[in-house]
């Protein structure tokens, strides 16, 4: 499976450090040891449906434990009927690289 996350702390991050929140959240993910890509407005993250669903909601409780006024998460989820029918992030954007 993929998804896609956004985290939209408020505020991002602190005055030191305007994105500090969000660059939590990113850490969570580089932790997994899943494979991922960072986007500008999203990370996307590759892996077994039983490690990225318990994934999601540890990046979302990262951005609310580090001192984030709140959090809305936007979570987009492609999955197949089977890791056969996965889809794969090369798959969908290798044309475009």
Same mark, same amino acid.
């Given at each position: ?50 490690? =990225? ?10 951005? =609310? ?33």
């Amino acid at each position: 499976m993929i998804v896609e996350i956004q985290c939209l702390p408020t505020p991002p991050g602190t005055d030191d450090e305007p994105y500090a929140h969000v660059e939590r959240a990113i850490a969570e993910i580089q932790d997994s040891g899943l494979r991922y890509e960072v986007g500008a407005l999203g990370t996307t993250v590759e892996g077994d449906p039983d490690v =990225v669903w318990p994934l999601l909601r540890r990046v979302h409780e990262t951005c =609310v434990r580090s001192a984030a006024l709140s959090v809305v998460t936007i979570i987009k989820v492609a999955q197949g009927s089977g890791a056969a029918h996965d889809p794969h992030i090369d798959d969908l954007v290798s044309t475009f690289r």
